[in-house]
């Protein structure tokens, strides 16, 4: 095999591995969402709440709470 055979072979294997890295990455964009509904979310909520005062658990109570919440 000649020199620019063996480069180009190369560079179709490293396309190769980058497109299953990027399969990769896009089947896990949805563990990542509920892993973040579910974990991180309620911590902000817990957050907010602790923040403003009023003991609110989400931000749609927290704003139906308040006088200046949105219309």
Known sequence: MTR??????????????ARQTLVAWHD???TY????VQVVLPLEYELLA??????CSRWTNCWASRADGPN
């Not at 969402?33 to 973040?36: E, G, I, L, M, T």
């Not at 602790?50 to 003991?55: K, S, V």
């Open 33 to 36: 969402r509920q892993a973040h």
């Open 4 to 17: 620019p055979q063996k480069y180009f072979n190369t560079l179709i294997r490293q396309s190769e591995k």
């Open 50 to 55: 602790a923040r403003t005062g009023n003991g």
């Open 28 to 30: 896990g964009i949805g």
